[in-house]
């Protein structure tokens, strides 16, 4: 549990909403609807759309995994009584049957989310911190904080095919597969970066001191070009992991977004929004065509722990330590006055990428250039690639 954090006196948000105030007053000021799910008695700890997004499956520290009915706001089914600590991450494979979860009681499972049953149970020396099921669904990556290991087993059996003892100086935070399910990105709180390359067996990348201070989360976007890290230094980072850009120009930082820990990161599917969450108890929605806090929602009343956006970009779901699951509908958030001001203030306008032919805002100043390409397109400028690992071997 991470500790607690001197929030610094802000401004009044337009959008704040206090915890007293019902889900239409803040329809009304800000014109994005909030809807509640209530139904664990602890903190909520990972929430992820599944079911072609027709549903909700939460994590918690109350030891079970709800599934979520989007329409009725109910849980329909609840994955109890086998894990005797808190859950820190549950995750689905790709065709929705199996469920992974991590525990802090040294375990981590696979159960079938038609029966409910526990398919395999396999314990670990220490507390499981995180776990993710490779985009293809053959492989279940996990974290712990023991020997700062990483553990990568076979999703059907739970066959181990490699443990990493010290693959880190710290607790690993978050473990994730690449889309290409080639390496596996890992975070801590010795503030590093790390890729694993699963052919190699290896630690090909490392990225030390990648931010000042532990890192919470990290993402990749669907095409696998960039990986997004969260930070206890306040701070959002986005790294060129494709063209190595980073290592000549660094990352991409977003920041002034969160006051204190920034505890979560998601991208959206084709990578135009990132969705942060914070200790500060808000949720941040940034606009990645030009890097830019698009806006911010208040509504938890404790720290937001994890948050997941649907694949069309209208929902975004969010847990937090309050107990809660907020759903939030973001369809008209270009609507919101204070969105339309502050873009007006910034003296931005609508151009296409003269590359991707894609629409992008260009914020300026007199003076300053006019861009013709959007940030995605400009990153991707330099050449000095990273060589892509040769695809996985079928008898692995």
């Known amino acids: 549990m991470a500790p607690p954090v001197s929030l610094r006196r802000t401004m009044m948000d337009p959008l704040a909403v206090s915890a007293q105030q019902e889900e239409k007053d803040h329809a009304r000021l800000a014109k994005i609807i909030c809807k509640v799910l209530k139904g664990h008695s602890d903190a909520v700890t990972s929430c992820q759309f599944c079911f072609d997004d027709a549903k909700i499956i939460s ?7 709800k599934l979520w009915d989007i329409a009725q706001r109910v849980p329909i089914q609840t994955f109890k009584e086998e894990h005797v600590g808190p859950i820190s991450e549950c ?3 790709p065709d929705n049957k199996r469920l992974i979860t991590a525990s802090y009681d040294k375990t981590l499972k696979a159960w079938d989310t038609e029966t409910g049953k526990v398919l395999w149970s396999v314990e670990q020396d220490g507390l499981l911190t995180s776990c993710h099921v490779s985009h293809d669904g053959k492989y279940v990556v996990s974290g712990s ?7 990568l087993v ?4 739970a066959r181990q095919v490699a443990y990493i003892r010290e693959h880190h100086r710290s607790t690993v935070r978050r473990c994730r597969f690449d889309p290409h399910n080639q390496r596996i990105a890992t975070v801590s709180s010795d503030m590093s970066i790390k890729f694993w ?3 190699a067996q290896s630690t090909t990348i490392t990225v030390e001191k990648a931010h000042t201070n532990a890192i919470s989360d990290c993402c990749f976007s669907l095409d696998g070009h960039y990986l997004c890290t969260a930070g206890w230094d306040e701070v959002l980072k986005l790294w060129d992991v494709r063209t190595g850009e980073f290592r000549s120009h660094g990352p991409m930082v977003l920041e002034q977004g969160h ?5 979560c990161c998601i991208f959206s599917k084709d990578a135009s929004l990132l969705v942060s969450g914070g200790f500060d108890k808000t949720v941040v929605i940034w606009d990645l065509t030009q890097a830019y806090k698009k806006i911010s929602l208040k509504g938890h009343e404790h720290w937001v722990t994890d948050a997941a956006v649907s694949s069309n970009k209208k929902l975004i779901v969010t847990s937090s330590k309050d107990c809660t699951l907020r759903l939030w509908d973001i369809e008209n958030a270009n609507d919101i006055p204070v969105v339309i001001q502050a873009i007006r203030a910034r003296g931005s306008k609508v151009a296409k990428c003269e590359e991707c032919e894609k629409p992008f805002l260009i914020f300026q100043e007199k003076e300053e250039k006019v861009e013709t390409r959007c940030v995605f397109c400009r990153l991707k400028a330099h050449k000095s690639a990273l060589p892509v690992p040769p695809s996985l071997p079928a008898d692995l």
């Open 59 to 65: 994590g918690s520290c109350d030891g079970t995994v």
């Open 91 to 93: 995750c689905l494979s």
């Open 145 to 151: 904080d023991i020997e700062n290991a990483i553990c």
């Open 154 to 157: 076979d999703v059907v059996n």
């Open 197 to 199: 390359d699963i052919i």
């Open 259 to 263: 006051i204190g820990i920034v505890g």
